[in-house]
């Protein structure tokens, strides 16, 4: 049996979550291209997996966006490469880079308040801004 995959530190996908299928390829390799299938196609229901916490699938589905069909299944194609070794790793380390993203839980924003010197100098900078556009139009005051 395979090892388990490591997505992040305590976060492992078991290898029979992932489905991998061969398709042909439009990548490189004139007239081997229309015989040999050896672009990647990845399967993973991330809806339904069990090796991943609800957070993880909620950010994951976030940065998934089009690759993930509505039933909450992952779909990667890979093609970069010429074999089904090199494809099939690829697909692999493009799930797992996306889930390692989405383990990383974002920072919470802590609202703050503009301080009393910005303040001065927005207005400042609005009150000559005034100025200067006053100035402008028509005549200018003789006094």
């Known amino acids: 049996m395979a090892e388990p995959i490591e997505v992040a530190p305590g976060i492992a996908l078991g290898p029979e979550e992932i489905e991998i ?15 040999v299938s050896t672009a990647a196609q990845l399967r993973f229901d991330l809806r339904n997996s069990p090796s991943l916490p609800e957070g993880l699938k909620r950010r994951a589905v976030a ?7 509505g039933d909450g299944v992952v779909v990667i194609t890979a093609s970069r490469f010429r074999t089904q070794p090199q494809n099939r790793d690829d697909a692999v380390a493009r799930l797992v880079e996306i889930l390692r993203e989405a383990s990383v839980p974002p920072k919470p924003r802590r609202p703050t308040r503009p301080t ?14 005034g100025t200067v556009k006053r100035l402008r139009s028509g005549k200018p005051d003789l006094d």
Do not use: E
């Open 63 to 69: 940065l998934l966006g089009s690759r993930l069909t």
């Open 116 to 129: 009393l010197a910005s303040k001065t100098r927005r207005l400042t900078g609005k009150s000559l801004r």
């Open 21 to 35: 299928d061969f398709i042909r390829s439009s990548g490189p390799g004139g007239q081997n291209v229309n015989k």
